[in-house]
């Protein structure tokens, strides 16, 4: 089956730092979604990536579509105390029995220290 | 606009009772999905469904049961309930099974004992 690993699992930083998460994967992927779980709530999708080297940005937020296809990136410039939560990155693969169907990563624990 | 709205929220079960967790969405969504979420493997899809009428096993479906009632309700039957099957419950839907992103409801905590 598919496989996502996620890095870093956690990270702790200071409110106004820069923080930096990736995920890769064992097959090419069509579509990258990063999305944001509040404790308590259900995943909210932050940004999505269609194309190949495509870079989106949402506020603070930016995301990369790696060109090899197999990876990408979430930047979250000048943390805030709200930007506590866990981010997973999700793919869907090009082909195969996993067609457009999600695979999710093990997700990045993000703690901001006031 | 509720979006996918999941019931219950939190449940306790005993060791071989039954139980269905039910879903319905307001965003004329045709697909809908079931997934669980253990601490530290982040969320694996148990069920879909890519259109009414339709559904299709995911990762780890053994366990578990579907209907999709229709375009709005797609519920999760767990016929004997183990504890092994504790966890939090996910679920979401997409326009579409393709390329489309997904939303998702707040979950129903469920425990087995």
């Known amino acids: 089956g598919q496989q996502l690993n996620q890095s870093p699992q956690s990270m702790f930083i200071q409110e106004g730092e820069d923080v930096s998460m990736n995920c890769t994967s064992s097959?090419?992927?069509?579509?990258w979604l990063w999305y944001k779980q509040d404790p308590g709530e259900g995943p909210v999708l932050l940004i999505a990536l269609y194309k190949a080297g495509e870079l989106t940005s949402n506020g603070r937020l930016t995301a990369q579509f790696g060109i090899t296809r197999k990876d990408s990136f979430l930047n979250i410039s000048a943390s805030i105390p709200s930007d506590v939560g866990i981010y997973f990155c999700?793919?869907?693969?090009?082909?195969?029995?996993?067609?457009?169907?999600?695979?999710f990563g093990q997700g990045t624990i993000l703690t901001v220290h006031p | 606009n509720a979006g996918v709205t999941q019931t219950p929220k939190f449940q306790v079960l005993k060791t071989g009772q039954s139980m269905t967790l039910q879903c319905a969405q307001d965003m004329n969504h045709n697909s809908m999905y079931w997934y669980r979420q253990d601490p530290g493997m982040g969320l694996r899809l148990i069920y879909y469904?890519?259109?009414?009428?339709?559904?299709d096993k995911g990762e780890v479906p053994n366990g578990y049961n579907v209907s999709r009632l229709n375009k709005r309700e797609f519920s999760l039957r767990l016929e004997s309930a183990a504890p092994s099957q504790t966890s939090v419950y996910f679920c979401?839907?997409?326009?579409?099974?393709?390329?489309?992103?997904?939303?998702f409801g707040d979950g129903t905590r469920l425990s087995i004992l």
């Open positions: 999700a793919g869907s693969a090009a082909g195969g029995t996993s067609y457009g169907k999600l695979t």
């Open positions: 979401a839907s997409s326009e579409a099974l393709q390329w489309r992103p997904q939303h």
């Open positions: 097959s090419i992927f069509n579509t």
């Open positions: 469904s890519a259109s009414e009428g339709t559904t």
